[in-house]
């Protein structure tokens, strides 16, 4: 299992970004792709998750309204869309897949089996 993800970048409060987690060597129909972030000093938290199976979508509280999650399954290719960016949005974001069990996944980060590489999000006022 293989994951990229890229995207990230220097943006000002209010401004956008899409984030890319491309997968290798799985299909995303038999597994959940996750989102997670960590900034400096926190722990690293669970932001949005999908799983094609039944098109189950986690959004975290700190994100909700702000954040969609979307996945395009012919690219093998799950997207993070991040509108009205907050300097508290500043982090690594991670991309990381769940093998399905009967079509079951879970969001707490232990649960996660293969992860990428993070690419950095930077939020300035």
């Known amino acids: 299992v293989q994951l990229q993800a890229s995207g990230g970048g220097v943006v000002h409060t209010g401004e956008s970004l899409r984030l890319s987690c491309r997968a290798s060597g799985i299909s995303l129909k038999d597994y959940a792709i996750g989102w997670f972030r960590q900034a400096p000093g926190k722990e690293r938290e669970g932001v949005a998750a999908?799983?094609?199976?039944?098109?189950?979508?986690y959004i975290a509280d700190s994100v909700e309204g702000r954040f969609t999650i979307s996945s395009d399954i012919a690219k093998n290719t799950v997207y993070l869309q991040m509108n009205s960016l907050k300097t508290e949005d500043t982090a690594i974001y991670y991309c990381?897949?769940?093998?399905?069990?009967?079509?079951?996944?879970?969001?707490?980060?232990?649960?996660?089996?293969?992860w990428g590489h993070g690419t950095l999000v930077t939020v300035s006022s």
């Open positions: 999908h799983s094609t199976w039944d098109d189950n979508v």
């Open positions: 990381a897949a769940q093998l399905l069990d009967r079509g079951s996944w879970f969001v707490g980060a232990r649960y996660w089996d293969s």
